[in-house]
């Protein structure tokens, strides 16, 4: 069983920044990759980022973001901590949303319960 509890959400304007973090209950060096998600109202779950467990590479690096976000998010994972996090900046009124960080471990999939950034504008 894998536990993962999102921190970090908040209310930001436009332009601010805030940085998420996500723990989780075990070492995460047998994860696969970590991502983001994000959901607004009224919309479905979509992907925000991907940092990779070390064995997958994408032509940015160890890195994926979505154009969205592209330049503007930056996701890291410290193994160490069992924490990923993602810091982002020059933040939008689109970028309202409850944000989820999601694994796959021994063929399930795992997320947090969210934490909620609201960008005003």
């Known amino acids: 069983q894998v536990q993962l509890v999102e921190s970090g959400g908040g209310l930001v304007q436009t332009g601010g920044s805030l940085t998420l973090s996500c723990a989780a209950s075990r070492s995460m060096f047998d994860f696969n990759d970590m991502l983001w998600y994000r959901q607004a109202p009224g919309q479905t779950r979509e992907w925000v980022a991907t940092?990779?467990?070390?064995?997958?590479?994408?032509?940015?690096?160890?890195?994926a973001y979505a154009d969205s976000v592209e330049g503007r998010f930056t996701i890291s994972r410290d193994n160490a901590k069992n924490t990923v996090y993602l810091q982002m900046n020059n933040l939008k009124p689109e970028d309202t949303a409850v944000y989820y960080c999601?694994?796959?471990?021994?063929?399930?999939?795992?997320w947090g319960q969210g934490t909620q950034v609201t960008v005003s504008s």
């Open positions: 940092v990779s467990n070390g064995f997958t590479t994408f032509s940015g690096g160890d890195s």
């Open positions: 999601h694994t796959n471990y021994q063929y399930r999939d795992y």
